[in-house]
């Protein structure tokens, strides 16, 4: 994800002209994660919504994950494993 992230924020830092003025856009990405405290597609929104605030704090053409706790991350990473050992 962070791959797609830089790739993102690469495409939109280069300038363009619109009559003339130039124009640069930043972006500011937060990326959030589905898991079992995830109960909504709101909640993961809200989640990612406040990783890009967090993600603008920090400055500009910038992406953070949403937090999470250690609990949280362990799981991820094994269901990934196991998918990966699957292959």
């Known amino acids: 994800m962070s791959y797609l992230a830089d790739k993102c924020i690469d ?15 930043t972006t500011s990405i937060g990326i959030a994660i589905q898991d ?3 109960d909504s597609a ?12 967090k993600a603008k704090e920090k400055g500009r053409n910038s992406y953070l994950f ?9 799981k ?7 998918v990966v050992a699957e292959i």
């Open 11 to 25: 495409k939109t830092v280069i300038p363009f002209n619109v009559s003339g003025q130039e124009i640069i856009i």
């Open 36 to 38: 079992e405290n995830t």
């Open 42 to 53: 709101e909640s993961l929104m809200e989640n990612a919504i406040t990783a890009m605030h």
């Open 66 to 74: 949403e937090e999470l706790d250690l609990m949280s991350v362990m």
């Open 76 to 82: 991820i990473y094994s269901k990934l494993f196991s």
